[in-house]
């Protein structure tokens, strides 16, 4: 499974942060937008509903984020929402994980020959990787909580962000390589 794939459900997460730089409000509505365009773009390649939860998910989030945004500017939701965030995403990791979707079965649907999906390895596989981007994700909103109510210095949050972003994502390049390679040496040696 690439990692690229997997990043691209993140577009709207990083260009929502851009834009929020100069206005939350507008921030909500550029997260939605190319939220939008990336699940029109998967729909018309035949990509399933239920394989975008992360798509389905960031655009739910948004529009929520956005309606408070505009329907009060001055909100305190603006001073949490890159806490706000986290949990969202976290959530939304450990939940599809609880309901036996983990949100990185749609991705490796996407990068993995059919036959393969519903093998029990499949789904072993994108659980570990789920569950190592909500621990990241976890791990970064924690950070921001404390770090938020300690007025703690910039770079706490910037390397809560590097640790807890890069650390899934070279699990998620690693993990799935590791495992076919186990899997073809048990083959070979029984062959």
Not at 75 to 98: K, P
Request: hydrophobic fraction near 55%; proline fraction near 4%; charge should be neutral.
């Amino acid at each position: 499974m690439g990692i690229m794939g997997y990043m691209r459900g993140f577009v709207p997460w990083i260009v929502a942060g851009f834009v929020s730089a100069v206005d939350w409000r507008w921030g909500a509505v550029a997260g939605c937008a190319s939220g939008l365009l990336l699940l029109l773009q998967d729909r018309r390649r035949g990509v399933a509903m239920d394989a975008m939860v992360l798509e389905i998910g960031t655009i739910v989030y948004f529009v929520i984020i956005g309606a408070i945004a505009f329907g009060s500017p001055d909100s305190s939701v603006q001073d949490h929402s890159d806490v706000i965030s986290f949990v969202w995403l976290a959530g939304t990791a450990w939940g599809s994980m609880a309901l036996r979707s983990p949100f990185t079965l749609g991705i490796a649907r996407r990068q993995t020959p059919e036959e393969y999906w519903n093998t029990p390895g499949f789904l072993s596989v994108n659980n570990a990787i789920t569950a190592a981007w909500g621990a990241g994700f976890t791990f970064i909103a924690v950070v921001l909580a404390i770090g938020n109510a300690t007025d703690a210095p910039a770079w706490v949050g910037i390397t809560a962000h590097v640790v807890g972003l890069v650390a899934p994502a070279v699990f998620t390049s690693i993990y799935p390589k590791r495992v076919q390679a186990r899997l073809e040496a048990l083959l070979a040696a029984g062959a």
